[in-house]
């Protein structure tokens, strides 16, 4: 499997995470199977969310974890927090929600700290010094070892970095063939059509100028949820070009559509949602492939995208 140094540090992970977002839907002993196959494929980092099943998901993991007799240690595991869904409906970046949150996490997954902790959506009411108390207190109490944020833009990003003594490691960011919009404004630049636009504020290049790991959520979806491309009959010639690819490498659609996004040189790691065994070790298979620049293109374009 390939490896990622995470935000520039000396953490070393997996470049292909699971994400536990579904794991609700599961019993304890279909997770435990899931659970099994990340390792098997040397999959080796987790990431959830405190919302995620309203908590059931993170439940369901803590079962699955001692059903299926993996170690602690042998997983990093990632949460975010900060969403309140519900008849109160906010983003809650304020310290005892924080605090709360963390300790409810490890409450339900059954573990006694997270290797990195993120803050899931930009609050608009956020108040960086009230957070900076609360990565201290969850870090001098070992509850969190790393920090970082999810869907923040650069600015948002430097706001809360200016006050906080941790470096922010990650920002988790939706990306993938099929929603590139972090890449196509670069391209087309001082131009006038809508891919010109920014409305990532230079997120990319940010990141790669500090050394802050993008992890890509969402690698096979199209949309915002709006279902898969792999296989799918509304997008013939992107997957006719995986399956040629798939066929050249000697690996399969999942794995093709995954190499496209460790091939970009910003060094992401891609977080992936499916509960599915098979598709975890296809798109595992990613690490054996290193597309080329002419194969990354064209994957690009067959995905309705053009140059200027």
Known sequence: MLQRKIGGSHWETSAVALGIMRMAALTPTKAAEVLDTAIESKINFIDSADMYGDGKSEEIFGAALKEANIARDQFYIQSKGGIVTGDEKRYDFSKQHLLDSVDGILERMGIDYLDSYLLHRP???????????AFDLLQASGKVRHFGVSNFNPEQFQLLQAQVDQKLLINQLQFSIMHTGMIDYGMHTNMTDTRSFDHDGGVLEFSRRKKVTIQAWSPFQYGFFEGVFVDNDKFPELNELLAK??????????????????????????????????????SAASSDVVLTKQEWYDVYFAAGNDLP
Request: hydrophobic share 40%; net charge negative; no cysteine.
């Open 245 to 282: 690819l798939a066929k050249k490498y000697d690996t399969n659609k999942n794995a093709i559509a995954t190499a496209w996004i460790l091939r970009h040189p910003a060094n992401m790691q891609v977080i992936l949602g499916t509960m599915n065994p098979t598709r975890i070790k296809e």
């Open 123 to 133: 609050d608009p009411l956020m108040e960086p010094e009230e957070i900076a108390e």
